[in-house]
């Protein structure tokens, strides 16, 4: 344990800067968008949005995803989180154990009495505390913006459906993480774990996003992608509590799922020289 | 040097894939003795030390260390011993400091730093500099604080010298000495220099094609060699005399020119060399002991020479 603990806490002296920095600037592009409620007219965007053709409508969702300032924030801030914070946590993950093992630090840490689980457990462990601190500042600026936004107050201060979806953007986040980390203990190369990862990204994001568009005999594909497990407006605007715990529940075994499998995989490995 | 086995390799091999790491490899390594694992290259010097680590996982045979197997107790064997890698991989953008005392913290017990201090002291090494700035002997000189600074039972060296300036890697030498003489722990030390193991270890073991060919102390080993003797006659006539005595069977690379021969004969028959060289007429005679990297490079030629029968005679011109 104390090993897992040092190991973890250097991990985490190393970040210190990149979790606040991102979480800040997350936080405070949420903070400016939510600002920016101010100035716009949602009446004027439902008129818009109810033109729209029936196919583009069953991409976005719900009207009311535009059209109510938790469906517009979640939009232009959840729906989009995997560019904002999940390329940069998969490319972390991705290199955190791989880069270890090419600059062969490794070599000298796993010579040391830490089992392999311990070492590998404190850097999983540090990509979920990197995630829950990152996007806990995010929702905590938000959580201050939506109090003093007239409009959200206007429209009701949700705030305890805010914070349960931020469970929720954790798991998703986690899940992108754990990916490129199990990759990484596949290839134990950077530059191996972060293409597949990429690919794996992308592919679910296409899967997800738009299998409605798929023939119909193949949309089942759609359950392999963590995109169609992840519904923030769901959970903000309708309030879908059922989908909320289905959604947490599968992102949650697909998170355990993997870092037993990344464990599973990095103890049966060698080190290479 | 007692009787009690530190580390016991049995039949050991490991693969990767087709290639081989080591083949049936056996060795024993006893309390308090500083053993020198010498070869080449690719010999398998570092992949039997990265299986004793548990770092890479042996294809089949038995390793174990302190009576544990190297595997399956890796933690508790890991917490008595110290390694210093060849390739040493250190965190370029953290001091010389934070880096030892990350690693040392990894142990149990409490860091020495005091000993620490103490070994950059006596080492000239900055501990506050950024790795990323030190050169690559005083980046060497924080892996040997690694492994000098924790109490611990058993230190594997691969490689341990590898950049450093000759009065550092002396000092290395005699701070190794003197902490083995006093806490009476192991020493598995691997190496191609074989002027370095000579002077430190007690016994040796020569690893090639993944196999120990050898295992004895420095002592034996030049007991084994062959001795070179150097003979100039006082005439053709005379050499040729002793040429036509000389058993081919005992004697090997034989170069017999005008009134010089030279030739390399074993122990066993050195007094019937010397009856013989008596009975001749000589004008000087050389006995020349081999030096230890000699015989490190017959174990290395002799798949060639067996193939090759390779002994050089020169017929006696006229």
Redo the contacts between chains.
Sequence with gaps: M??FI??LK?NLL?KKYIILILGGLIGLLSYYVIYLFGSIDFEVIQTFIEGLPEGMLDFFGDVDNFTSPYGFWSLEMLLFIWIYAGIYTMYMAGGLLSR?VE?????????????RNSFLGSKITFLYIFIVITMGIFFLITTGGMALSSMFIKEGLYLDRLWLTYFNVVLFLGALAMFAKLFSTVFLATRKSMAFGSVVLFLMFFIGEFYSYMDESIQGVKYISIFYYFNPTEYLVGANFVLYIQDLIVLGSVNAGLVIASLIIFN?K??P? | MSNEIIIQIKELSKYYGKSRGIDNLNLDIYKGEIFGLLGPNGAGKTTTIRVLLDLIRKTSGEAKIFNLDVHLDSVAIRQRIAYLPGELGLFQEKSARRNIYYLLGLYQNHIPKRRVEELADIFGLELDRKVKELSKGNKQKIGIILTLAPKVELLILDEPTSGLDPLITAEFYKILHKQQEETGSTVLLSSHLLGEVEKVAHRVGIIREGTIVEVATIQQLKHIAMKEIKVEFTSAKSLQEFSNKLSIEKVEEIILDDRHASFFVSREVLSKILNLLSEAEIVDTDIISPALEDLFLKYYQVSSSQEKKSLKIKEVES
Excluded: G
């Design positions: 104390r090993q040092i190991s250097e190393a270890e600059e062969k630090t490794i070599d000298l840490s796993l010579s040391k009495p830490v089992s049966k060698d080190i020289i």
